[in-house]
């Protein structure tokens, strides 16, 4: 439901000469004018010559009229919805262009590329005003809402281009009052001395010369956000002034530090105490990009980037200035600053940092050996491990993502969980018990293994499952630990506990996550539930383009939030509850009383607040706080703070203390007693956590276990055989990994010999962690194999299948060393449970059990299996060397086909089918390739993968397979078989023989397409019957193939007479810059048997003496020039080429390109079939001799490569008259002069004085300007 509220605008309060002025409210003029804007890379006077695109997306329902004004500094083009509007370029006046008939209903989008061509500044200026005929006039002008980038991909100027990484605008002023561009600058104010205390109670003023915020705008109902009515949403700060904001949290003050994406930590204060922040300035300078921040003791901990590259580091203000001037490494990690890096930090109750870490970061430095985080493993079944065909995280080793546990000096660090991806933040309950939400792998939706994104409980030691590509564990493996929550799609970022008393009851204690793709915010309330808990989720607050990056609750209790990130808009927001909480709920009293019900305990401010109240309690502070703990007259809650504050402010906790604790009447007490003891360890504390092993309460077992494996003690070990016994998988986690403390030849025999399958399964996981090895994991496996043989539950079943995984890979097992075993689970299989088929199909190809092959393949082709599970199956089968008949491998290959193109499938599982199809090919012997090579037609994965098998020598029976298979597909533009045919060019060219080459050669002539291709094929044997084609290649070469064919060339004793060739050579060196320049000038020395230049080792001098020799040589051939792209194109020859390859460029549409070639007036110069004129070059079967790129180079630049017979000369006759046009011989002492008005004159060559060349073609350029991009598709299908 969205909120009411009311409209508020927007007052400015303006600092001049370092007096604050009266604020006023903007008039309509300032609302809707125009600002000058940039990139934000670029200081304001220090601008490159390069250029800055811009864009910005509005909607409108019913578009009457628009209209953009444009000043540019230097020159610009503006773009309206892909459609090119005008040029120009000029800052001192505004060009005017109406754009109404380029607006559409619903989304727009105007983009902006500006070049600085002069100077050291540049900006953009526009007035975009949009009349709709139901919200009258809307401005969209240049502000920080527009977005830009220096480096955009192609089509940058399109609706569909996704513009979400790049970087809001900066502002240099508005437009008519900002220098240089319209006025001189105002003399700056003085600066001013800031003073700053430590004292508890004060409040350290910050610089005057900081930026005056905006006073806050009620968001309307109509607004961005939709959220309970109870609730209102206020703007803090704006983007002008916030910036791409991607962390916060609150200091000991009450201000806000936050991060700006890419740059400095700020900070954000109220300086006149009025409840709202109304300054802004920069906090420090020596980290960048911090995506953790933790306030603590006047010290502020940052993940980031800093002096020592990407760290945790401590920053100090060491000259009491107000700024953090001193930057110390706590914590140096091996990896850059990104998203799957070093993020949130939180504070535990035990006084430790504990840090989120994504996926791709470790620490620079080993983790100390006695965390609770230790024995992992990939815990993968197949090698080689099918990663994703992207190459995200590929070669990402376990533990993956973790947690660590780091002390304020870093001298202790600890990995307290693992088996994460990218969890961004973590927060501790009231309780103390810490979470944290891992994203999700979107492109895996739809596979086997998709591992959704979710909210964990982090215990000591937890293991979440997440690994590279396919190995994912799923949540029924016992060696992990399962989700609190599955919160659907989305992309985690900042997480916060709400224990303040400014929101309804019903929120007290909910965990806010904040989720950034979404662009939401969920409240989660959870419950107890035996040793873990339960939860459920609601949408508090939901935005369209909500970009939400972080998220904390201020000492008013309102929750605040951020957004930004990748480049969108940023902003600080504050939500307040309508309602008035109870009397009650509010009074905090004084002294001892006011500490114990202090709210937020995790923040900066509380410990504050704590700290100042400690102080003036003096000695009654160590005489009544314990006092609190040992009543049971209070509620849990206010005796479990009196422990944690004791443990962080002292008095020091005694174990008296705790263990008198452990054993009072509430499970919550003891529970946290517990946890205390762990870091108080003596001979009591463990008597005391051995008793508790045999509490009523399952939490206060797992705590009992955690802190007895973290003060690195032992238990009796029938004490934790009915812990291992439990339905509860947190408890017997924590058991196990106590249990792993105790050296197994102490339990080892026992819990293996055991009649009960829960205590040898659990027993099995730890041996096989804490000693793993060949003798135990064999051990394991005879006694698992003995129990299958009897009763077994589905549950159980599914778990000793997992146990027998993990004895495989932990004691390295051959499948001769388990033969029984292999016997016992093909008689298993299929099964009628999904699940245990899955876990029965990793052990089955793992141990090579082929015996099957027939119920496979039955289960390959069923109606009763689901489509994921046959190609989980499948998949497997690659591992399974041995069993295969052509039948069966070919049974195979046509399920991976019929999987691939089954409705649904994601391009990622697409991909992985066909990287599957090809590791599996890649395994078939002699027969069965050529089976395959016979369907490569059908099969192209597979055809690919035979083709990896190959040995150097083939043979002539399949070479001629070959042969006939390239025959059949060469026609074929689908992207696997593409590969395939480039494929198939590469085995013929390595094989060397005669009859190859002569097929090569053949190829280059009939599928202009693979001409690269085939020019690397025959480089590879450089002979005089290669040289003709390896020199007609050289126009279509770049990159490597370039320099493979310049290399070759020089070993052949042949050299050209045409000067096209060395045109060419020419062109590729300039191409190929310092990459292969010199290959081009070698080449044309051995032409040439000379040398140009001045014998340096500069390339562009050399080429320009060799362009220079060129053009004496020939002076009437066409110039050694690249071609250029013209300003007002509208088309990029890069941008086309890349999109002519895409999906959509690929298939265009034959019967609407033939309208599109009369459309372009193609039609009028140019014979296709029967229709056509006959100036330029027939098109009939133009795909059958050029590339399409040349056609594509052809129609954006005509003159770059000019047929003799179509280039436009200059006759001029004995009289002086001149004509123009394309020139050929009539009848004998005749010309035939073709004008380019369609004139044509007959002349006696007698009466020409001079024919000259115009080195211009007669085609003219753009004639694709007019078409989209869809025309342009059909336009080249048409062709083919």
């Not at 999109?1139 to 309208?1155: D, I, M, W």
């Amino acid at each position: 439901m969205k909120r009411s509220a009311k409209i508020l605008f927007c007052v400015s309060i303006a600092i001049v000469l370092g007096f604050i002025s009266v604020s006023l409210l903007p008039s309509p003029a300032d609302a809707q004018e125009a600002q000058w804007i940039w990139s934000p890379d670029h200081e304001k006077t220090e601008v490159p010559q390069t250029a800055c695109h811009f864009r910005k997306r509005f909607t409108v329902s019913s578009p009457e009229s628009g209209e953009i004004s444009i000043a540019a500094d230097d020159q610009y083009e503006v773009f309206v919805n892909g459609r090119r509007v005008g040029t120009g370029g000029s800052a001192e006046k505004l060009d005017k262009y109406d754009i109404s008939r380029f607006l559409a209903r619903g989304r727009n989008l105007v983009a902006i590329k500006v070049s600085n061509t002069d100077g050291s500044t540049a900006a953009l200026a526009a007035r975009l005003m949009v009349s709709d005929t139901s919200r009258g006039t809307l401005s969209y002008s240049t502000d920080r809402s527009w977005v830009t980038s220096l480096r955009p991909l192609p089509f940058w100027y399109t609706p569909l281009y996704n513009d979400t990484r790049w970087l809001a605008a900066q502002s240099f002023g508005m437009l008519g009052r900002t220098e240089p561009w319209d006025q001189q600058p105002e003399a700056e104010p003085a600066p001013q001395v800031a003073s700053t205390t430590t004292q508890p109670k004060s409040v350290p003023t910050p610089e005057p010369e900081a930026q005056p915020a905006p006073i806050p705008i009620e968001v309307q109902e109509d607004g961005p956000f939709q959220i309970d009515a109870e609730f209102q949403v206020e703007q803090l700060l704006d983007a002008d002034l916030a910036g791409s904001l991607i962390a916060m949290t609150f200091n000991e003050f009450g201000h806000i530090v936050a991060s700006r994406e890419g740059g400095e930590l700020l900070l954000i204060y109220d300086s006149d105490k009025d409840g709202y922040v109304d300054k802004v300035r920069e906090y420090c300078d020596q980290v960048t990009s911090c995506q953790g921040i933790l306030c603590l003791n006047g010290e502020v901990f940052v993940t980031g980037n800093g002096p020592d590259g990407t760290a945790l580091y401590r920053l100090t203000d060491k000259n009491r200035d107000g700024r953090l001037d001193e930057a110390k490494t706590v914590l140096k990690f091996d990896s850059p600053v990104d998203e799957y890096g070093p993020h949130g930090i939180a504070m535990g109750s035990d006084g430790f940092l504990y840090v989120t870490v994504g996926s791709h970061a470790r620490p620079a430095r080993a983790v100390d050996d006695d965390g609770p985080h230790r024995a992992y493993y990939e815990g993968d079944m197949v090698q080689p491990r099918c990663e994703d065909p992207g190459g995200h995280a590929a070669g990402v080793k376990a533990p993956g993502g973790t947690i660590l546990r780091v002390s304020l000096d870093g001298k202790r660090l600890q990995s307290v969980a693992g088996g994460l991806r990218n969890a961004y933040d973590l927060a501790f309950n009231r309780a103390g018990d810490l979470f944290t939400r891992d994203s999700d792998m979107e492109s895996d939706v739809g596979t086997p293994w998709y591992r959704p994104t979710a909210l964990y409980q982090v215990t000591a030691g937890a293991e979440f499952g997440w690994r590279s590509g396919w190995a994912k564990w799923p949540e029924y493996f016992i060696d992990r630990l399962p989700s609190t929550l599955d919160t659907g799609r989305g992309s985690p970022t900042g997480m916060v506990f709400y224990s303040h008393n400014m929101f309804p009851e019903s929120y007290h204690d909910a965990l806010f996550m904040a989720d950034w793709s979404e662009g939401r915010i969920l409240a989660v309330k959870m419950k107890r539930n035996g040793a873990s808990y339960t939860a459920n989720s609601e949408v508090f607050l939901e935005g369209d383009e909500l970009s939400i990056t972080d998220l904390d609750v201020g000492p008013d209790g309102g929750l605040y939030f951020t957004t930004g990130g990748r480049g969108t808009v940023g902003g600080l927001y504050r939500v307040k509850w309508k309602g008035k909480p109870p009397a009650g709920t509010t009074q905090m009293g004084t002294g001892l009383s006011a500490v114990i019900r202090q709210p937020q305990l995790q923040s900066a401010w509380a410990r504050q607040k704590i700290a100042a109240v400690k102080g003036e309690m003096g000695d009654d502070w160590d005489r009544m706080i314990p006092g609190v703990a040992l009543s049971s007259a209070n509620p849990w809650q206010y005796r479990v703070r009196a422990l944690e504050l004791m443990q962080l402010y002292g008095p020091p906790l005694t174990t008296d203390l705790l263990v008198k604790l452990s054993r009072t009447e509430n499970e919550r007490v003891r529970a946290k007693a517990a946890e205390l003891m762990g870091l108080h360890a003596d001979a009591k504390t463990r008597g005391a956590l051995v008793t508790l092993l045999n509490d009523s309460d399952r939490a206060v077992r797992r705590k009992a276990c955690e802190s007895l494996v973290r003060s690195r003690q032992t238990a009796p070990v029938g004490q934790l055989e009915e812990l291992l016994k439990s339905d509860d998988r947190f408890e017997v986690w924590a058991a196990r990994r106590l249990l792993m403390e105790t050296p197994a030849d102490g339990w080892r025999d026992r819990l293996l010999g055991s009649n009960d399958h829960r205590l040898v399964i659990e027993g099995s996981l730890a041996l096989l962690a804490a000693e793993p090895g060949k003798e135990n994991a064999q051990a394991v496996v005879e006694r698992i194999g003995q129990l299958m043989n009897g009763f077994v539950t589905d549950r159980e079943f599914i778990d000793m299948l997992r146990v027998l995984q993990v004895a495989t890979i932990r004691g390295e097992l051959t499948p001769e060393d388990a033969p029984q075993v292999r016997e016992l689970l093909a008689e298993e299989f299929p099964s009628s449970d999904d699940l245990m088929n899955r876990e029965l199909v990793r052990l089955l190809a793992r141990l090579q059990v082929s015996s099957i092959m027939d119920r496979y393949l039955e289960y390959l082709e069923s109606d009763s299996a689901t489509d994921l599970e046959k190609l989980h199956l499948a998949l497997h089968l690659r591992a399974i060397e041995d069993g295969w008949t052509t039948d069966g491998r070919t049974r195979v290959l046509e399920f991976f086909e019929r999987a691939q193109k089954r409705s649904g499938v994601s391009s990622t599982l697409v991909h992985y089918i066909m990287n599957g199809t090809r590791e599996f090919a890649k395994s078939m012997n002699d027969e069965q390739s050529l089976a395959v090579l016979a369907q490569g037609a059908r099969w192209p994965n597979a055809a690919l993968g035979v083709l990896y098998r190959m040995p150097p020598e083939v043979s002539e029976e399949t070479l001629s397979a070959l042969k006939d298979l390239d025959a059949q597909i060469i026609d074929s533009l689908d992207p696997a078989t593409m590969r395939l045919k480039v494929g198939i060019v590469a085995v013929l060219a390595r094989s060397g023989d005669p009859q190859s080459q002569a097929y090569l050669r053949e190829l280059w002539e009939r599928d202009p397409e693979r001409r690269q291709a085939v020019a690397m094929g025959l480089a590879q044997s450089p002979t005089k019957e290669n040289w003709d084609y390896l020199v007609r290649s050289l126009p279509i070469l770049d990159g490597v193939a370039a320099r493979e064919v310049l290399v070759k060339l020089r070993t052949i004793d042949l050299a050209p007479e045409e000067p096209e060739y060395y045109r060419q050579v020419i062109l590729r060196g300039m191409m190929l810059g310092n990459k292969g320049a010199a290959d081009a000038i070698a080449l044309l020395e051995y032409w040439t048997q000379e040398k140009h230049g001045d014998g340096s080792d500069n390339w562009k001098d050399a080429l320009a003496a060799w362009k220079e020799w060129y053009a004496d040589e020939w002076p009437e051939h066409l110039e050694a020039k690249l071609p250029e792209e013209s300003e007002i194109s509208r088309w990029r020859y890069v941008d086309l080429l890349r999109y002519l390859t895409t999906e959509e460029g690929r298939f265009g549409s034959a019967e609407h390109g033939g309208a599109v070639f009369q459309k372009a007036q193609c039609i009028k110069c140019h014979r296709f079939g029967s229709q056509g004129g006959d100036v330029g070059p027939e098109l009939t079967d133009v795909s059958r001799r050029l590339m399409r790129k040349q056609i594509l180079q052809s129609a954006l630049h005509p003159s770059h490569v000019l047929a003799d017979q179509y280039a436009r000369k200059t006759v001029v006759t004995k009289q002086g008259r001149k004509y123009s046009g394309t020139v050929t011989t009539g009848e004998p002492g005749q010309s035939i002069i073709d004008e380019h008005d369609g004139t044509t004159v007959l002349m006696d060559e007698k009466d020409i004085a001079e024919v000259q060349a115009e080195k211009i073609s007669p085609m003219p350029e753009g004639v694709l300007d007019q078409l989209t991009l869809k025309e342009i598709a059909d336009l080249f299908a048409y062709l083919r």
